[in-house]
């Protein structure tokens, strides 16, 4: 019998829901791209069908105008930000946190109660 580790689990039962995860995420993802084959095929044109006439006019292309974002940088520019942002706000919020401590510890004196 295995001897228990921190707080009465052991290993094993970690390794067993590790396992069942996976094997659960690897189903549904499974599931998921045969849906997605399956939705693909039936949106095919049969064979000896004919295909539709274009359009009469030149379309404009989905996606093509975005104002808004950085295109195909955008998600580089967002990492960026925060590895240069992030250390500095984590920073000041220590430095904040470090100094409401110090000032509760400095006013407790104050809200206990007088001795006669």
Do not use: D
């Amino acid at each position: 019998m295995e001897e228990p580790t921190l707080r009465g689990h052991n290993a094993v039962g970690r390794w067993v829901g590790v396992v069942l995860t996976l094997l659960v995420a690897v189903g549904l993802g499974a599931a998921a791209y045969q849906a997605g084959v399956s939705h693909g095929l039936a949106l095919q044109i049969p064979a000896g069908a004919t295909a539709a006439a274009p359009p009469p006019y030149a379309y404009y292309p989905y996606g093509w105008y975005r104002p808004w974002g950085f295109g195909l940088f955008g998600p580089f520019v967002f990492i960026g930000c925060l590895s240069f942002l992030g250390p500095e706000v984590w920073a000041w919020l220590k430095l904040r946190a470090s100094s409401m401590l110090r000032l509760a510890k400095e006013s407790k004196g104050a809200r206990e109660p007088v001795k006669k």
